[in-house]
């Protein structure tokens, strides 16, 4: 039994290693994904798009290839955009960056995304890759979240005006019996 397993997990190694080996392993990878990756060039035309992008954006590769990523961007935001891809352009990354992209059914979706530099052999920069991550539940479930607390600290608030105000009256109780002890 355990020897099989060794086997087993030798095989799947070699394989691997034989996908890296005959340079397909990155397009297996790629193609695995259920990030967003996406290529495209300085100007912004979509090169390539993975069935990652495909269940985000809800476009089909054949769709998109050819056209700007504008039409993933909405209107409010393509000079962001063009602030992006001029960073990229003097080949810096971007990891992270939060921003909004629009599906193809015209839904505004939350999404992180990373950007960088595809270099040439001579190392002029070509293109942007860019891997991207649909975080639309994670505001929703951030946005619950700090509501919660804002209702929280309202009830904590209101919590210690009560309790003031039974103090005040516990006092006045006490006021009142002990005048009319006297």
């Known amino acids: 039994m355990n020897n099989k397993i060794t086997q087993q997990k ?10 890296e080996k005959n340079g397909t392993l990155s397009s297996l990878i790629i193609d695995s994904s259920e ?11 979509i090169t ?5 992008a495909e269940k985000i ?20 935001d ?19 960056h939060i921003t909004k992209a629009i599906r193809k059914d015209g839904v505004i979706i939350d999404i992180s995304i990373s950007l960088s530099p595809i ?9 942007v890759a860019t891997l991207d991550s649909d975080i639309t ?3 929703i479930a951030n946005k619950e979240l700090v509501f919660q607390k804002e209702e ?19 006092e006045e109780k006490e006021k009142r019996a002990a005048d009319l002890i006297i």
């Open 10 to 19: 030798k095989a799947e190694f070699d394989r691997l290693v034989e996908f």
């Open 35 to 45: 990030l967003a990756i996406k290529t495209k060039t300085l100007k912004g035309v």
């Open 48 to 52: 390539s798009w993975n069935h990652g």
């Open 57 to 76: 954006y809800g476009y089909k590769e054949v769709e998109i290839i050819g056209k700007n990523v504008s039409v993933l961007i909405p209107p409010n």
């Open 78 to 96: 393509h000079n962001q955009l063009h602030g992006l891809t001029k960073k990229i352009s003097k080949g810096h990354i971007i990891p992270n």
């Open 119 to 127: 270099k040439d052999e001579q190392g002029n920069i070509i293109g």
């Open 137 to 139: 539940e994670l505001v």
């Open 152 to 170: 929280k600290e309202k009830r904590a608030a209101e919590l210690v005006i009560a309790n003031k105000d039974l103090v005040f009256h516990h």
